[in-house]
């Protein structure tokens, strides 16, 4: 029986096992973890939005209260001006008219320095009135304000009141903070003094802490009338009960049926009250932000229940183990490696195809390195097929012979020359030669070249001597400066300069080809090194075989060194032209390769 039982077992699929196992122990706990992270995220969400209130409210605190200390201390300046009570003195002055000037000026004076203050007045017991308005730009406040009724609110009282001018609607339209003028000697009740309030400056002390979530900021009286604020009276929940009736010294209170999050903080001077009023849909926006505590809690889940798991996962684990050994040898040892294929299930089949696979893996990475190599030899030599016609070289030799005996030295050492390069192009021996070797071959065309340019081509060469020896591919230096006399010097009248650079550059060798001539545009330059970086060492295959040029050098040093190596070109349009690659010091080839 638990032979059959054991058979079967083994015979379903892996997918029906992990789907028993995980319903039961895992999506069950997930979701009832889903719900508590869901919520304890909400908490966390609320709580810093509710800090991050209570900061901004404390911030406009204190700028009110730096705004309230600069008022009283401007009321003081001008309680301590003797001019100032000469003015509202009841009695009659000589000097009336410069009394009059002075306050004046002092008004002025008070209005333009102190960007809180949009007017202000000091007004006599017996109506006589000194003022300064800067809404209209002159002497003079509104006739319209109600200054009796101001000095009965604050007659009798030591400390200053605020005094709110309001539209019929009701809302606020201007404030006035309006104190008590006694006299120095006899401390009577001589005058008020009346300072409107510039409301944009109350604006200021809020409008730069504003945010998307944060969208309501408003300054309220005790009795809950807005003095300033974002939004309009209407609009807002300022006027609800959590704010009429919050005694504390700052509170908060969600308001689910409006959507928002209040909060408030009192200010003691001025006793006033600052609202801000939040959005909890934006609010809840952050909490999408937190579902990477789900994928810990998960992951968490998944190790916790896995203690409970480990019977049947053991079943599962143990050939899933000799598949990771076998790839693991595989790895290792980079040879053919099998497992023990004793299951009809999945896993068996798993294991069957793993075995399978070693085994063509095995074979095609004999086969593919062979190819590379093969097809490695075969493009070096097609790229030095194009400069092999040994005939050319026997005719050369010839031409040497009769330049000798006719006694033309000329011809005799350009021949000479053109046949030293020509040899280095039959591709005898070894891919790499010396870089001495390779600098002859160099000097050999310069020789050519100088016979067709004359004085208009000077050559300058700078070489590390310990590098002379180095090993470089045949025929690499002589393309670059054919390319930069053909582009540069011939196409510049003026007169050229090559100057080849050889030098050792940390653990590489540096090679640079300078001319002068008359340089690249940016555009050009930039597809030019574009086609180095993306050139295919394997390009050559394809069918684009066009001379020995740049792009064959580039090709070159790609197949001998590896893809990060080539060449690169600085130029400055009507300056000069640099073609730079830097060699590996240890240039060992990988593999044989004969060009």
Request: net charge negative; glycine share 6%; charged share 25%.
């Amino acid at each position: 029986m638990l032979n059959r039982i054991s058979r079967f077992y083994k015979k379903i699929s892996i997918r029906t096992k992990l789907l028993l196992l995980f319903s039961v122990q895992i999506i069950i706990p997930i979701a009832f973890m889903g719900i508590m992270i869901y919520r304890n995220t909400r908490t966390i969400i609320q709580d810093k939005s509710i800090k991050y209130s209570i900061d901004i409210l404390s911030m406009v605190k204190l700028r009110l209260n730096d705004f309230y200390s600069n008022l009283e201390d401007i009321s003081d300046d001008l309680l301590c001006d003797p001019g100032i009570y000469e003015a509202l003195s009841q009695k009659e002055l000589d000097n009336q008219y410069d009394t009059f000037i002075h306050a004046n000026n002092v008004l002025r004076r008070i209005c333009l320095s102190r960007k809180e203050i949009q007017s202000i007045a000091l007004v006599s017991k017996i109506g006589e009135r000194y003022s300064y308005s800067l809404s209209s730009g002159r002497v003079g406040l509104d006739d319209q304000l109600p200054y009796d009724e101001m000095f009965k609110e604050v007659k009798g009282k030591q400390m200053p009141i605020w005094f709110l001018d309001k539209e019929e609607s009701g809302a606020v339209k201007n404030i006035y903070f309006v104190r008590l003028i006694r006299d120095i000697d006899t401390f009577n009740e001589i005058g008020i003094m009346v300072i409107g309030i510039n409301r944009d400056y109350l604006r200021s002390v809020y409008s730069d802490l504003s945010t998307e979530f944060m969208q309501n900021i408003a300054i309220l009286t005790q009795s809950q009338e807005v003095l300033v604020g974002t939004t309009s009276l209407e609009e807002s929940n300022f006027k609800s009960d959590f704010i009429i009736n919050g005694s504390k010294n700052s509170d908060y209170y969600t308001d689910k049926s409006h959507g928002v999050l209040l909060c408030y903080m009192q200010v003691g001077q001025p006793e006033w009250k600052i609202v801000t009023e939040s959005s909890l849909g934006k609010l809840n926006e952050e909490l999408y932000r937190f579902r990477t505590w789900f994928i810990l809690l998960v992951i968490c889940t998944i190790l916790i229940l896995s203690i409970f798991s480990i019977l049947m996962a053991i079943d599962m684990i143990t050939p899933i183990k000799q598949l990771v050994e076998g790839i693991k040898k595989f790895e290792e040892e980079n040879v053919h490696q099998e497992v023990v294929v004793d299951r009809e299930d999945e896993l068996g089949y798993l294991n069957k195809c793993f075995n399978k696979m070693s085994i063509q893996i095995d074979t095609l990475v004999n086969s593919v390195y062979k190819e590379q190599l093969t097809r490695k030899e075969a493009e070096l030599k097609a790229l030095q097929a194009q400069i092999n016609p040994h005939f050319l070289f026997n005719t050369l030799e010839s031409i040497n012979w009769m330049a000798q005996l006719n006694n033309v030295p000329e011809i005799r050492d350009m021949v000479t020359s053109l046949g030293s390069i020509m040899e280095a192009s039959i591709g005898k021996g070894s891919p790499l030669i010396p870089l001495r070797q390779e600098l002859k071959y160099v000097e050999s065309y310069i020789l050519i070249m100088k016979n067709r340019y004359g004085e208009r081509l000077t050559y300058e060469a700078e070489i590390d001597e310990n590098l002379i020896q180095h090993q470089v591919p045949k025929l690499l230096l002589q393309p670059l400066v054919e390319n930069a006399i053909y582009h540069g010097i011939d196409r510049s009248r003026k007169k050229g300069l090559i100057r080849l650079v050889v030098r050792k550059q940390e653990d590489s060798v540096y090679i640079e080809v300078m001319d002068n001539g008359k340089g690249m545009e940016e555009e050009e330059l930039q597809l030019l090194n574009n086609k180095f970086q993306e050139v295919n060492p394997d390009y050559m295959l394809m069918g684009h075989r066009k001379g020995i040029g740049l792009e064959n050098v580039n090709a070159r040093i790609k197949l001998f060194f590896g893809p990060q190596y080539g060449l690169n070109v600085e130029s400055e349009y009507g300056s000069y032209t640099k073609i730079k690659l830097t060699l590996p010091l240890d240039n060992e080839l990988g593999g044989h390769i004969n060009v």
